[in-house]
């Protein structure tokens, strides 16, 4: 094992920084032996501050309507393949209620860009939310909006925001999306939900076509310097129906890595095992906790609309609509040694306050 990267990796530990030429070699030149060694530490910071309870956030994907055209995206609006869903506010609420019962304290509202849901109908629905279940956070993660929009939302209840900066790097933002989006305005916003107060969360896909371990790079600076309460990633997974269909997916091992990495340089934030993490592998979600994650977010959609948001191909479609499956869940967790716990799950990382 190289002593430079070990030493890079202590380092981190110690300062919670790199530069971006040591973060670019310490990515670059990762090897199965050096990432043991990161997860030792990334696990023992994860257990430092959240023990080895695991979180769990109910994800309704509520409507799959977009007016972005994202090219990695399976449910971009120029993909005429897709049957188009939304849920009604009754339809939200129910699944809501559902969750509850299965111990769900988080809910998260995501979806398309979809002008259907405008401010009014989206503070109806969060207020709603609230009222059904006060000891409950609410995460929106529904793209770009004005901040005064952002803000309303805010006011009507919500708690938090996902909103991936998907890559900081404005070249390789411009190659993985339409000349109408653009990685300014997108950081822009995750400025705006943090001076609103929400507790924000933001990440990057691994291994989006394109990207190299300077990309990556520049997340990690990205991310220490907006210092959010969560950070989503999951790899790259190809869709048959967009630009991106014959890409090849994100490495399994690239992703762990990612995850170590940020355990280590906020060793107090939120992070999901993604999804996408237990798309490309059997068991890939359990390996993110062993990497130092600490949340899961199962799908709390009706099964009929499940398949319809389609992001990627294979997307795994199990949700936890009964208490059998909130257990095989806990069983998952508990057979490598961990803990789904029936909690809000707030951050530690309160930088906002
Ligand atoms: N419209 C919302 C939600 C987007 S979907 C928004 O703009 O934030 C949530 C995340 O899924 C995206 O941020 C993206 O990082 C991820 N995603 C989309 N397509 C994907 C793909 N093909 N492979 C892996 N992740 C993907």
Not at 205 to 224: K, Y
Request: hydrophobic share 35%.
């Amino acid at each position: 094992m190289s002593a430079h990267l070990t030493g890079l990796i202590d380092k981190l530990h110690t300062d919670r920084s790199l530069d971006k030429a040591e973060w670019a070699a310490l990515i670059a030149g990762r090897t199965p032996e050096l990432a043991e060694y990161l997860f030792a530490l990334s696990r023992k910071e994860r257990q430092r501050y959240y023990g080895r309870d695991v979180y769990i956030r109910g994800l309704i994907e509520f409507t799959n309507y977009c007016k972005n055209d994202c090219f990695y995206c399976g449910i971009r609006k120029s993909n005429w393949n897709v049957h188009r869903y939304r849920l009604t506010e009754e339809e939200i609420l129910s699944c809501c209620q559902a969750g509850y019962a299965l111990g769900f304290r988080t809910f998260v509202l995501q979806g398309g860009e979809d002008g259907y849901f405008t401010d009014a109908r989206m503070v109806h629905i969060i207020r709603a939310i609230k009222e059904l279940c006060p000891n409950c956070a609410l995460t929106l993660s529904i793209g770009e909006k004005p901040y005064d929009s952002y803000k309303a939302y805010f006011d009507a209840g919500a708690d938090r925001y996902l909103l991936r900066h998907e890559t900081y790097d404005p070249c390789h933002y411009k190659a993985l999306h339409p000349p109408s989006l653009s990685a300014s305005v997108r950081q822009q916003c995750l400025w705006d939900l943090k001076d609103i107060g929400y507790q924000v969360g933001t990440g990057f896909m691994v291994g989006s076509p394109g990207q190299t371990p300077e990309h990556l790079a520049g997340d990690m600076i990205f991310i220490r310097q907006l210092d959010p309460q969560m950070v989503g990633i999951g790899p790259f997974i190809p869709h048959h129906d967009t630009p991106f269909a014959r890409e090849k997916a994100g490495a399994l091992d690239l992703t762990l890595f990612m995850l170590g990495l940020l355990r280590l340089m906020l060793p107090r934030i939120l992070l999901p095992a993604t999804t996408a993490l237990g798309t490309i592998v059997d068991g890939g979600r359990e390996l993110g906790i062993l990497a130092g994650a600490n949340v899961v977010m199962p799908n709390l959609s009706p099964s009929d609309v499940r398949k319809d948001y389609n992001l990627y191909d294979n997307k795994l479609y199990t949700g936890i609509e009964s208490a059998e499956r909130r257990k095989g869940l806990e069983d998952r967790m508990a057979a490598i040694g961990y803990k789904v716990v029936t909690a809000r799950g707030d951050s530690l990382n309160t930088s906002n306050e």
